[in-house]
Structure formats: C-alpha cells, structure tokens
C-alpha cells in the first residue's frame, strides 16, 4: 500500500537515480504520451512499474503534487514549463478533461496553477476573432487593446521608441514597462506606446526585440544555463546575487526569481544548486555535519533520523533535499554515518 512516507522514499529514490525528482506526467506515461508530451519509446516508469506510485496514487494521498515533492525535501518544477499559445493550451486542457483528467492533473501536465487550468476549461470565444478568452470579458487580449489604443503604431515607430528607451534607461522595455503603472511611462505618456500597440503590430515584446537585434528577450533558462548565470555574476561581482538585482536583469543576463523558483524552488535553492550560500546564511550543512548530526540524533533517540522528520532544516539538522544532495539518498547518508568510525557525540561527552 502507497502511504505517504513510502510515496515521499520512491520520490526521493527517483531523484538519486535520475538526477532530478519526476515530474507528474512521467508517472502518468500513458496520457502524456496522448498529448505529446513524450515520445512512443518506454518510459523507466513503465520498465520499473512495480516501483512507483502512480500519478493518481500520489494525488490520491497528496493534495497536489508540489506537496508531495515537499514531503520528501525535493524542490518543484512545473512540468513542462508552459509553452504554447494561450488557445493551444485550452485546446490540450479541454482534450484531457475527455480523457478524465481533473484540474490539478491538467495543470501539472501544462505547467500552470490549478486555477489557470480551470479558467482554460472555462474559457469562452472572443466576440472580435474568435479566439479563447481565459478570465473572463468579451475578447481576447489582443482585440481588447485594439480597441482602447486607437492610434496606429507602425513596426518602425516601435522600434524607434524602444531604441528611445534603451538609450535612456539602458535597456530595452519589456512588457512591464509600457503600462501605466511603470512611473516614466506614465510621467512622459503619450510620448511611448502602449502594451497593446506592441502585441497588435508585432505580436508581442519577443517578435519587438527580435526585430531590434535579433536576441530573444526571454531566452528558455533550464537548470544548467540559469546555473551558469549565476557563476558568472559570482566571478563578475565577488558575491551572490541578491533578489532585486535577478529582476533588474531578468531574461536578459539573468533568469528572474521566478525563473528560479520554478526551476530550483527559489532563490536559495539555485544558489546552492551552483555551490554557493545565500548571503547571510550561515547554516552550511557539508557531509561531516550531516553526518554529525545523524549520530547526534541516534544518540538521543535511539534511531537513525526518519526522513519525515527532516523535511525542513532547523539549527539541528540539514533538510532531506540537502542530505540527498550530498549523498544521493537519505538511507546512504544513514548507511555513511553509521559505517564511519569514531565515537558517537554521547560517547564523546561521557568521556
């Protein structure tokens, strides 16, 4: 029977052996194989069946699969970062609700939140084009800015603006920028185009700095390329970054923190992922304090440490996430501790 604490060991073995934890769909093969989400060639899910839970099994006993990956101290990533349109994605969220899927499940799959996935079975035709509305209102985002930007914005007067922008601010605008709430863009309206100009004639800020430079402004950051990043603000700057200094950069240089959350779990979690503390956090837990604090903790109680027990990290002990990191599985870091010699911490003290 899949209990919680046995769900959260076969997440962590996973992780040891695969190098990362799962992601939902690949314990769900067979309906991710009918949206295309991996190939036709056999899964290690499907080789080792009798190994893994299901998908249904962990949603059966947990209330979302990030939670699942929390009990066993893994770090959650969307699987598979969102891509697509809005209207493919509906289209997707529509198919696998035919084949029962429930929200959760479907937001998994598409890498959005529970709540997105049901916006997209809910969505409703633009009365402009046709296309799906996700939210609510009578058109889509594009019809819906067309119609409160009269003016005619050319492809040439957007990229002169933005080349204006860069000029003064250093950078290109981003999508953030040409909205009221940016304070130059309103101090100097109507001096700069709008949001919507940009996704009514070019289709968006991407196509705009395609067209500026030929550099895509949200470059696709998997784990080994936002890594990289970091090691190089680190051997540009002497330091870690801190988290403003991820959205000033962002998409640019550097991956945003959201960015990082969704491929480490946060901000932290990528800088240890790179080898390095967070600044101001004093709590390095190597292998030998790992290890000290096993043979401290089975000195008090008797019994190696549960790895339930050590979801979070206190001044007492390392979190699971850390002790697999260093050791590739919680039972090999208790096998360690146990194997190596010396006296136990209480043995020490009797002395």
């Not at 899949?2 to 959260?8: D, F, G, L």
């Not at 997209?120 to 889509?140: H, I, K, T």
């Not at 190696?304 to 001044?315: M, R």
């Amino acid at each position: 029977m899949w209990t919680a604490e046995r769900i959260a060991e076969a997440l962590c073995v996973w992780a040891s052996e695969t190098g990362a934890p799962p992601m939902s769909y690949e314990w769900c093969p067979g309906s991710a194989r009918g949206i295309g989400l991996i190939g036709p060639a056999t899964t290690k899910f499907e080789v080792e069946r009798e190994r893994w839970p299901g998908n249904t099994t962990v949603y059966r006993v947990f209330p979302s699969w990030a939670a699942a990956l929390e009990a066993a101290g893994l770090p959650y990533s969307r699987s598979p970062p969102v891509r697509g349109t809005v209207a493919e994605r509906v289209e997707q969220a529509r198919e696998m609700a035919a084949r029962g899927l429930i929200a959760r499940e479907i937001g998994d799959h598409l890498g959005v939140s529970v709540r997105t996935a049901e916006a997209y079975l809910c969505a409703s035709e633009c009365e402009g084009c046709g296309a799906p509305v996700v939210g609510g209102g009578g058109r889509c985002r594009r019809c819906a800015a067309k119609a409160a930007n009269p003016r005619n914005w050319t492809e040439q007067d957007l990229l002169a603006a933005a080349r204006v922008w860069r000029l003064e601010t250093g950078r290109y605008p981003t999508g953030r920028d040409w909205l009221p709430t940016n304070l130059k863009w309103a101090a100097e309206a109507p001096r700069w185009p709008t949001n919507g100009a940009v996704q009514i004639t070019m289709g968006g800020f991407q196509e705009l700095r395609l067209a500026l430079d030929q550099t895509p402004y949200n470059a696709p950051w998997d784990r080994e390329t936002a890594i990289a990043a970091i090691n190089a603000f680190v051997e540009a700057n002497g330091r870690v970054p801190k988290k403003a200094e991820w959205e000033s950069g962002a998409g640019d240089r550097y991956p945003s923190s959201a960015t990082l959350q969704r491929l480490f779990g946060g901000v932290s979690a990528a800088l240890r992922a790179a080898g390095h503390e967070p600044a101001g956090d004093r709590r390095i837990w190597g292998r030998e304090r790992i290890i000290e604090a096993i043979r401290t903790f089975e000195a008090k109680h008797g019994r190696p440490p549960k790895f339930t027990e050590w979801v979070a990290a206190s001044p007492e002990n390392p979190s699971v996430g850390t002790v697999v990191k260093r050791f590739g599985n919680f039972p090999q870091a208790i096998a360690t501790a146990r194997s190596e010699a010396g006296p136990s911490p209480d043995q020490c003290n009797d002395a």
